[in-house]
């Protein structure tokens, strides 16, 4: 079993402006309170099969979470993998609402251990995830704007 995540948030700046930041896959340490370090395997540090080894906490939990790009659409999307401890798949969505206000949506689907409680830790996870996840759009949000 897994459970999917999703969140959003409008940011009042074009599509361009939010796209440059968020294609920059370090500087997702800048506004993710979860990602505490990003390190590019790959030669490539963005596009697809961009391949990389994050640092994640969540509160007194640390993982390593190994993330590969699987989709990139140029002012449209970034799709992952997630190959770490806790499993699964994610995808930002950007679109353009008008010329000064971009939405920006978040979806996860992950699968937890069974040392993290399995699908009793996805439940009450989720829960935990969507909120830090809510909070690193607020923090991107205030870095754009």
Do not use: C
Request: aromatic share 10%; net charge negative.
């Amino acid at each position: 079993m897994s459970k999917r995540i999703e969140t959003s948030i409008i940011i009042n700046k074009p599509l361009d402006t939010v796209w440059q930041e968020v294609r920059v896959m370090e500087n997702h340490v800048n506004w993710m309170e979860d990602a505490v370090k990003i390190d590019i395997l790959s030669e490539n540090n963005s596009g697809i099969d961009t391949k990389m080894n994050v640092l994640t906490k969540v509160g007194p939990i640390k993982l390593t979470d190994i993330i590969t790009v699987t989709e990139w659409k140029e002012k449209e999307s970034i799709g992952v993998i997630h190959e770490g401890i806790v499993t699964g798949e994610g995808i930002f969505y950007l679109k353009a609402l008008n010329e000064s206000q971009t939405e920006f949506k978040w979806e996860e689907t992950l699968k937890f251990p069974i040392y993290l409680g399995g699908v009793i830790g996805e439940f009450f996870g989720s829960y935990v995830l969507k909120y830090i996840w809510k909070k690193n759009l607020k923090n991107l949000k205030e870095i754009i704007e």
